[in-house]
Structures are given as structure tokens and as C-alpha cells.
């Protein structure tokens, strides 16, 4: 009888389920320990595997940071992909604000966001990654955006587009900062909200 596919070392599936293990394993580590501190050894503790076996998937701490970012890239396009709506996009944003204060960080977690912001200074290939990931997720905002205004009836401008993405950046990053801070607070996701609703509706 041949092993299912996902049980076999070789197919696809297995070869996937294994890589974002391994990822699954680094995020908390790097969120635990730090980057730095995080090694590869104490990744691949924490993945259940031999660390061989991780650099056979990874050949270094930097080139799993750089999936990471495209895996949350894929992260951020499925909301805008998934919502039809500005109010579908603020249900969405609220789930994740609301995941922070409740200090579940398995969505988007502040924490790793810093992490790697604070490596792309000294690497510039992660530096690179971040940019071009943010450019693409600006550009299908933008799209996204576009479409929502073209349904509604309403012109907008690519100039007023950028500006509201801009605005929409800083404020959730802004967020994700004030959490590792510990200074967001549940009754401040109103006003987090509120601003978010103006900037997505057309």
C-alpha cells in the first residue's frame, strides 16, 4: 500500500507541511528569544526535527525570514481578496486588533513585526523583501480600493488611493508598536476602528 501523500517524504504536501513547520518554529522562536538569540538549533528543537534537517529547508536564520515576510504577504493579500466591502475589511482589521489586546499573537504578531523591522536595518537582503512586499501589497490595495470606489459610484484619484493606504499603514503599524508597549488598550480599538472605516470607504 503506498503512504498517503502527505505522509510521503517526497510528495509536495509533506515537502510543504515540513517547510511551514519550520516557519511555524522560527516565528516563535524569534518572538521567545529574539532573532539573534534564536538559534537554529533551538528552532529545530522546537519543530520536532533534527536541525540537518532544517537546513536542508533553510540554509540560514535570514533566508526563513525572508519566507516569513512572503508568507505574510499571501497573509495580508487574503483580506482584501476576501472582502467585497469597506465594512468586510473593518471586520477583518477588527479581528486582528482585537486577537492583540487579548494578547493572542498568532495573527500578525507585533512582536515578530519589530523583529524583523529591526533586522532589515542591519540585512539588506530582508530590507529588500520587506520593501518589495510592501509594494505589492500597496499596489493590490490599491486595486482593491479602486474597484470598491468604481462600484460605489465615487472618483478617486491614485494620489488620494496612496494617501489613504499611507494612513492605513501607519495606523496599524502604529498599533502594533503601542501593543509590544503595552499601552493598547481594548477600549481604544474604537477609535482604531473608526479611523480604519474613514480610510477604506470611498
Not at 494617501?163 to 503599524?173: G, H, N, P, S, W
Not at 481604544?188 to 472605516?197: A, G, K, T
Amino acid at each position: 500500500m503506498k503512504p498517503a501523500a502527505k505522509d510521503n517524504p517526497r510528495s509536495p504536501e509533506h515537502l510543504e507541511a515540513q517547510r511551514n513547520r519550520i516557519l511555524d518554529a522560527s516565528e516563535e522562536c524569534f518572538i521567545k528569544y529574539g532573532f539573534h538569540a534564536a538559534s537554529m538549533a533551538r528552532v529545530a528543537e522546537t519543530a520536532g526535527i533534527s536541525q540537518g534537517l532544517a537546513y536542508r529547508y533553510f540554509k540560514s536564520k535570514s533566508a526563513i525570514i525572508l519566507a516569513i515576510i512572503e508568507r505574510q504577504l499571501t497573509e495580508r493579500q487574503s483580506i482584501t481578496e476576501e472582502c467585497s466591502s469597506a465594512e468586510d475589511y473593518v471586520r477583518k482589521i477588527l479581528g486582528i486588533v482585537e486577537s492583540w489586546s487579548n494578547a493572542d499573537f498568532s495573527r500578525m504578531n507585533p512582536v515578530l513585526f519589530l523583529e524583523m523591522c529591526s533586522e532589515a536595518s542591519r540585512d539588506p537582503d530582508v530590507q529588500a523583501a520587506i520593501t518589495r512586499a510592501d509594494s505589492e501589497y500597496r499596489s493590490d490595495f490599491k486595486k482593491w480600493m479602486q474597484n470598491l470606489a468604481d462600484k460605489s459610484g465615487v472618483s478617486l484619484s491614485e494620489e488620494e488611493i496612496s494617501k489613504r493606504f499611507y494612513a492605513l499603514q501607519c495606523l496599524i503599524e502604529g498599533t502594533a508598536l503601542l501593543v509590544t508597549r503595552q499601552e493598547q488598550r481594548t477600549t481604544s480599538n474604537e477609535w482604531v476602528l473608526s479611523f480604519i472605516r474613514q480610510i477604506v470607504t470611498p
